[in-house]
């Protein structure tokens, strides 16, 4: 239900962003300037989450973050220039990275527990609950103003969390179990080449969340610029790519269970790679659609193994390393494909997606004794 909450709200600002844009007076060099508020919130708290679930818990945190959250997502609307939307979305940002870190923390515990490969099962539930929250969004948007619509969700956000907040303080959090990368998982002494195994997992998180953001801003501009799609057909490509990634995370523990972690990494690396040629070189907009969602099957469970890989070696030190780095490649994404836009095409952009996901594939075959470090 964290997970779940955690997309659905996310997803609930982003489509108000053009509201709060006209609402602000914000050009759209101004804008991209506060949206960075988001991230440079999220990075910043990232790290200290980390340590402030090492301290007091795991849950406890998941469910201050379960309050925050909610709280923080009406004040964009309240805001009317570009400075105070960038200076609340501090605010956002630092509760929305809070939340990512502290709830992977309960589920790499929970994954531990039950001794079974479930990571992907909760960041499928991460993936419906944007679906959703995008969805009800669009179709509340004319209707609602900016200022009502947020505030419904803070109201559905701090409902969720009073019924499923007193679920987790009813259990402490699990103790870190032994690992072999010495002493406790969570332990702040980890061996030098633990540290590089989670650093390197981090690596595949971002190569992963870079296709993600990339598909998310500049998917549906390539369908309409490049390959003259109907705006609807356009505006179905990322959709579409969510809803392969959620089926993707849905299936995602019998693949691990299957094939294992190594294998399942190389795969969806492999695959992803492949969908996103297709996606970024076809010369039809179905063919492209078709690309875009074997891309997201490939990328849906990277993301998941990495993070989850990462706090079996570190506790919630390893989940907020490897949450920041694969943060960071969702960030570098955009910008990126922007410049490159600029000096090639924008096809020939989309193209570092793949490039990416066969690192990822390359870094998870590379990380196959990771087990044993």
């Given amino acids: 239900m964290f997970f779940a909450l955690d997309g659905f709200l996310f997803a609930g600002w982003v489509v108000r962003i053009p509201a709060i844009k006209l609402q602000t007076g914000a050009s759209a060099s101004t804008l991209g300037l506060a949206l960075l508020g988001v991230s440079a919130g999220a990075v910043i708290t990232m790290m200290l989450t980390g340590r402030l679930c090492r301290r ?13 959250l909610p709280l923080s997502i009406a004040l964009p609307a309240q805001t009317h220039s570009a400075l105070s939307l960038g200076l609340v ?3 956002f940002g630092a509760a929305y990275g809070g939340m990512n870190v502290a709830m992977n923390s309960a589920a790499v515990d929970l994954v531990a527990a039950l001794r ?3 990571m992907p099962s909760f960041h499928a539930a991460f993936s419906l609950g944007g679906m959703i929250g995008a969805g009800l969004g669009g179709l509340v948007a004319g209707g609602l103003s900016p200022s009502a619509h947020l505030l419904s969700l803070t109201a559905i956000g701090l409902l969720v969390t009073a019924f499923m907040g007193p679920v987790l303080l009813r259990y402490p959090s699990l103790k870190p179990a032994p690992t072999a990368a010495g002493g406790k998982a969570g332990s702040q002494r980890l061996t030098g080449r633990a540290r590089r195994v ?13 296709g993600e953001g990339a598909l998310a801003d500049w998917g549906a501009l390539h369908l309409e610029q490049d390959l003259h799609a109907h705006p609807g057909v356009a505006a179905a490509g990322y959709s579409l790519f969510a809803l392969a990634m959620t089926a993707g995370r849905l299936t995602g523990t019998a693949l691990l269970e299957r094939l294992g972690q190594t294998r399942t990494l190389v795969a969806g690396g492999t695959t992803a790679a492949a969908g996103m040629l297709l996606g970024s070189l076809a010369p039809t907009s179905w063919l492209a659609l078709l690309g875009f969602a074997v891309t997201g099957l490939g990328l849906a469970n990277i993301f998941p193994v ?18 920041t780095l694969g943060y960071g490649g969702m960030l570098l994404g955009p910008p990126a494909i922007g410049f490159l836009t600029d000096w090639f095409s924008l096809p020939v952009a989309l ?6 996901a066969l690192a990822a594939a390359a870094l998870g075959y590379g990380a196959r004794n990771a087990a044993h470090t």
């Fill in 56 to 68: 007091f818990g795991s849950h406890p945190v998941t469910v201050v973050c379960g309050v925050l």
């Fill in 89 to 91: 979305l501090l605010v």
């Fill in 116 to 118: 079974r490969p479930v």
């Fill in 198 to 210: 989670v650093i390197l997992f981090g690596v595949i998180a971002l190569c992963t969340a870079y």
């Fill in 306 to 323: 990495a993070v989850g890989r990462a706090g079996e070696l570190a506790g919630p030190g390893g989940v907020a390393a490897a949450s």
């Fill in 351 to 356: 193209t570092t997606v793949a490039v990416l």
